[in-house]
């Protein structure tokens, strides 16, 4: 059915749809003596005076393009042939597909095109998508938003983006464009695909390919319809997939943001994991190298330094030599640098920290993911308070968690969501996290002690953020398998009690990277 390169996923999905069936369905099937003519007559085919679309791969090695011609030329319909293409075009290529049969029904339905304003009427417009998969990302994205308003006041952001993003969006007062709610829960997904602290991310992003194909059209719809002057696409893996895949999708300037380049499989998970995620490498270099005008702006969140020192996949480029020849760097973009926070003794006072107390938070992100770690953790707490009997903990369930969920020992509170949680890092006294990238750096930037548990199979958190975090000597790494309680609580006591220097963070992150976004509008 697949002849195209980089056809993985859809041929693992066939191979698992027509596992479903049966021995005694398919001789069924085979046998059946009412079937009728196969392929229909015609005089049959005359018969139909709908309108009607035929779309057809050259290649398709099952049923020859010709029957389709010939289908078409009898009903009167269209007939495309797709050069290249085998038998599940629909399925190989969702994006060019959709559009296709969209344009077919709007012309058949008399569905008017949108009203475009020129550029004169309006002022400036920006659709910017957020990731999802973490609150450090809206975060930060809101940094870059404000940097860019000073350079251009009349700009009008629109945000096309997800729960709890859209939560930490509303409450900063940003307009939050009606098709967000359209759009199918990536967090969600990311939770179903999550075993106890354990992520593998290169497959939990593979296996969201239908809600990342719906998430598309959406955004496809909105840009078509909304006339942008920039879109900002921050780890919008759809978008940038997409409009590279068919690069007459594209309707206007994009700048694409990630803090990381490169699929990388765990060596734990054998060759298998190993081939595909060098050849989802491949597919992404050939994209870019292949189309290098549909990215107008790639900004990498950090340094050339910050990329791992690791190739592609065999046959492919060092990622140390390659991203630098595709990328821009900003630095390090952290959405509000704790430098203007105003003094540590005078956040503590805000937050109602008192005097002589140890404060701990423990935040474990935008996801359900963290529920194993926190109930660890928890369990860790009186152990670690009989040595520390100031220790006072504060957890941070995340929007996703519902904080009665987990019985709390004495001396830790909990809430759901705090909007102004990068503040409460940077006044604590000692932090527990997952190993995401924007938090951890957060507490890299504030200067305070932390333990990070990487998610088992999070070839980011793995890979990426640890060799961000080493470079800065922030944080001590835990493997949640080797962390009990009892170590957990022993390592709580001694980063307290000798706090490593951590290397600055860069504070111009988000200026740099507005200004080069300036140049796009």
Same mark, same amino acid.
């Given at each position: 059915?697949?002849?195209?390169?980089?056809?993985?996923?859809?041929?693992?999905?066939?191979?698992?749809?027509?596992?479903?069936?049966?021995?005694?369905?398919?001789?069924?099937?085979?046998?059946?003596?009412?079937?009728?003519?196969?392929?229909?007559?015609?005089?049959?085919?005359?018969?139909?005076?709908?309108?009607?679309?035929?779309?057809?791969?050259?290649?398709?090695?099952?049923?020859?393009?010709?029957?389709?011609?010939?289908?078409?030329?009898?009903?009167?319909?269209?007939?495309?042939?797709?050069?290249?293409?085998?038998?599940?075009?629909?399925?190989?290529?969702?994006?060019?597909?959709?559009?296709?049969?969209?344009?077919?029904l709007?012309?058949?339905?008399?569905?008017?095109?949108?009203?475009?304003?020129?550029?004169?009427?309006?002022?400036?417009?920006?659709?910017?998508?957020?990731?999802?998969?973490?609150?450090?990302?809206a975060?930060?994205?809101?940094?870059?938003?404000?940097?860019?308003?000073?350079?251009?006041?009349?700009?009008?952001?629109?945000?096309?983006a997800?729960?709890?993003?859209?939560?930490?969006?509303?409450?900063?007062?940003?307009?939050?464009?009606?098709?967000?709610?359209?759009? @199918?829960?990536?967090?969600a *997904?990311? #939770? $179903?695909?999550? %075993?106890?602290? =354990?992520?593998?991310? !290169?497959?939990?992003?593979?296996?969201?390919?239908?809600?990342?194909?719906?998430?598309?059209?959406?955004?496809?719809?909105v840009v078509?319809?909304?006339?942008y002057?920039?879109?900002?696409?921050?780890?919008?893996?759809?978008?940038?997939?997409?409009?590279?895949?068919?690069?007459?999708?594209?309707?206007?300037?994009?700048?694409?943001?990630?803090?990381?380049?490169?699929?990388?499989?765990?060596?734990?998970?054998?060759?298998?994991?190993?081939?595909?995620?060098?050849?989802?490498? @491949?597919?992404?270099?050939? *994209?870019? #190298? $292949?189309?290098p %005008?549909?990215? =107008?702006?790639?900004? !990498?969140?950090?340094?050339?330094?910050?990329?791992?020192?690791?190739?592609?996949?065999?046959?492919?480029?060092?990622?140390?030599?390659?991203?630098?020849?595709?990328?821009?760097?900003?630095?390090?973009?952290?959405?509000?640098?704790?430098?203007?926070?105003?003094?540590?003794?005078?956040?503590?006072?805000?937050?109602?920290?008192?005097?002589?107390?140890?404060?701990?938070?423990?935040?474990?992100?935008?996801?359900?993911?963290?529920?194993?770690?926190?109930r660890?953790?928890l369990? @860790?707490?009186?152990?670690?308070?009989?040595?520390?009997?100031?220790?006072?903990?504060?957890?941070?369930?995340?929007?996703r968690?519902?904080?009665?969920?987990?019985?709390?020992?004495?001396?830790?509170e909990?809430?759901?969501?705090?909007?102004?949680?990068d503040?409460?890092?940077?006044?604590?006294?000692?932090?527990?996290?997952?190993?995401?990238?924007?938090?951890?750096?957060?507490?890299?930037?504030?200067?305070t002690?932390?333990?990070?548990?990487?998610?088992k199979?999070?070839?980011?958190?793995?890979?990426?953020?640890?060799?961000?975090?080493?470079?800065?000597?922030?944080?001590?790494?835990?493997?949640?398998?080797?962390?009990?309680?009892?170590?957990?609580?022993?390592?709580?006591?001694?980063?307290?009690?000798?706090?490593?220097?951590?290397?600055?963070?860069?504070?111009?992150?988000?200026?740099?990277?507005?200004?080069?976004?300036?140049?796009?509008?």
């Open positions: 059915m697949f002849c195209e390169p980089h056809s993985t996923k859809q041929i693992e999905d066939a191979l698992s749809w027509a596992a479903d069936g049966s021995g005694e369905v398919l001789a069924r099937m085979s046998l059946a003596e009412d079937r009728g003519p196969y392929p229909a007559s015609e005089e049959a085919y005359g018969r139909i005076r709908c309108p009607s679309l035929w779309v057809h791969g050259e290649r398709d090695e099952v049923t020859p393009w010709q029957m389709s011609e010939a289908a078409a030329q009898a009903t009167g319909g269209e007939f495309q042939l797709w050069a290249g293409v085998g038998h599940g075009a629909n399925a190989r290529y969702p994006a060019r597909f959709n559009t296709l049969v969209r344009a077919f709007d012309r058949h339905t008399g569905t008017p095109p949108p009203v475009k304003r020129t550029r004169s009427q309006r002022p400036k417009r920006a659709l910017y998508l957020s990731s999802p998969i973490g609150l450090g990302h975060r930060r994205d809101l940094a870059v938003t404000r940097e860019l308003r000073v350079l251009h006041p009349d700009l009008e952001v629109h945000w096309l997800q729960d709890p993003v859209t939560r930490f969006l509303s409450a900063h007062d940003e307009v939050l464009h009606p098709a967000s709610a359209r759009l @199918a829960n990536e967090s *997904h990311i #939770e $179903a695909e999550a %075993g106890e602290h =354990d992520l593998n991310a !290169f497959q939990a992003i593979r296996n969201m390919d239908e809600i990342l194909i719906k998430n598309f059209m959406v955004f496809q719809e078509e319809d909304g006339d002057d920039l879109v900002i696409a921050d780890e919008a893996w759809d978008v940038d997939h997409y409009w590279h895949e068919h690069p007459d999708l594209k309707r206007a300037p994009v700048a694409w943001f990630t803090d990381f380049v490169g699929w990388v499989p765990i060596p734990e998970n054998g060759a298998r994991e190993a081939f595909l995620t060098a050849d989802y490498n @491949a597919e992404m270099i050939g *994209h870019v #190298e $292949a189309n %005008g549909i990215r =107008d702006r790639a900004i !990498f969140v950090g340094g050339p330094e910050d990329i791992i020192p690791m190739s592609f996949g065999p046959g492919l480029p060092q990622m140390r030599d390659w991203v630098p020849a595709h990328y821009d760097f900003s630095g390090y973009i952290i959405g509000q640098h704790p430098t203007s926070f105003g003094s540590r003794a005078e956040l503590r006072e805000r937050f109602g920290y008192r005097e002589g107390e140890k404060v701990c938070i423990v935040t474990v992100g935008g996801s359900g993911v963290g529920a194993s770690l926190i660890r953790i369990n @860790a707490y009186p152990i670690a308070r009989s040595r520390i009997p100031e220790l006072r903990m504060i957890l941070v369930t995340g929007p968690l519902n904080p009665a969920a987990f019985a709390l020992p004495k001396g830790v909990a809430r759901a969501f705090v909007p102004d949680l503040r409460h890092l940077a006044a604590c006294d000692l932090a527990l996290v997952q190993g995401g990238l924007t938090t951890t750096m957060e507490l890299t930037a504030a200067g002690p932390f333990l990070y548990f990487p998610l199979n999070h070839f980011e958190q793995n890979f990426h953020v640890a060799q961000r975090l080493d470079r800065y000597n922030a944080g001590r790494r835990m493997i949640y398998d080797q962390s009990d309680p009892e170590r957990i609580a022993q390592a709580m006591v001694e980063e307290l009690a000798a706090p490593r220097a951590m290397r600055p963070v860069e504070a111009d992150g988000a200026r740099r990277a507005a200004h080069m976004l300036s140049d796009l509008l």
